[in-house]
């Protein structure tokens, strides 16, 4: 079986018809329990049970149900950060998976109840199913997220507190497997902040051309790298930032911490006197997270934008 998905939208409905939750940002699961065990499977109904060890055990014991949910892991600032979960996703070695569980737990946030002892309850409505499902009493590694009926309320809530954003369901929608459906509606915050720019990278095969932008965040510890910026850089784009890092150029990076060499290859680095806005895709992670160039700050310096102990 395939998850069912949400309908991309730029604003939350307001109502009692609807009923809101935090958007993980994480690793769709589908868990089954049954005579059979326990068998975790992905969004594209591959077998993933071994990379979880600390999820494979059912709070509920050999109890029968289908669950639907997220794994989320948190990173060094406390937020569920998809990229903590990169180096688990693809294990397959058991002894593998075991020690990067220990070094990065992951949480299980169950959010829908599919069947329960033997009764499918796909066709039932999403309130009944969210009913039942709290009242199962899941804990420990496994959770079953808040829901909220103050839809604006999640909204502002999650972005103040850097989360990926909110995902509202109708009350009386049953559970369609595979399908995207607008019964249910997911909203992904963006943020535009404002960057030092500490380096540029040619567009590939050329030398030249400026393509992306390695920029970075005034802190008391001095530049901090967070990202290398490509989209939104067109031609037009490229030729004006062009023309304003033309002599800024210098030897070595000006960036306090080490740049990946996988940014730090081929790039031309800059004196740190260049101020951009960048639209990112949530906030409070050490990496921009598909950061959009959306203009220079000619009205900024990176004084201004703090930094200072």
């Known amino acids: 079986m395939r998850p069912m998905l949400a309908t991309r939208t730029d604003h939350v409905p307001t109502g009692d018809a609807w009923t809101h939750e935090v958007k993980w940002d994480g690793v769709r699961a589908l868990t089954d329990v049954g005579t059979g065990g326990l068998r975790m499977t992905s969004r594209n109904e591959n077998a993933i049970t071994i990379a979880w060890p600390e999820l494979a055990t059912s709070p509920l014991g050999e109890r029968d149900l289908l669950v639907d949910g997220e794994i989320i892991a948190l990173n060094d600032r406390g937020l569920p950060d998809f990229r903590t979960l990169q180096e688990r996703m693809h294990v397959r070695r058991a002894t593998t998976a075991a020690r990067l569980a220990e070094r990065v737990p992951a949480i299980y946030m169950v959010f829908d109840l599919l069947r329960l002892d033997g009764r499918d309850l796909t066709g039932e409505p999403q309130e009944v199913r969210r009913g039942l499902l709290e009242g199962l009493g899941v804990d420990g590694s496994w959770q079953v997220p808040a829901a909220y009926d103050d839809g604006a309320m999640l909204v502002e809530a999650t972005r103040q507190q850097g989360l990926e954003g909110v995902v509202s369901k109708r009350r009386t929608s049953t559970y369609r497997p595979g399908e995207r ?29 400026l393509a992306a932008l390695l920029v970075g965040e005034q802190t008391p510890d001095g530049l901090i790298y967070r990202g290398r910026v490509g989209s939104g850089i067109g031609p037009r784009q490229s030729r004006v930032l062009t023309e304003l890092v033309a002599g800024l150029g210098r030897g070595d990076s000006p960036f306090a911490d080490e740049v990946p060499p996988v940014d730090a290859q081929g790039t031309h680095w800059l004196e740190p006197a260049l101020v951009v806005d960048i639209d990112t895709h949530g906030r409070g992670y050490d990496r921009l997270r598909q950061p959009s160039f959306q203009g220079v700050r000619t009205d900024l310096t990176p004084e201004d934008l703090g930094g200072d102990p």
């Open 181 to 209: 459906t607008p019964h249910w509606l997911k909203l992904a915050h963006r943020h535009r902040l404002s960057y030092v720019v500490g380096g540029w990278r040619p567009q590939e095969g050329t030398t030249d051309r």
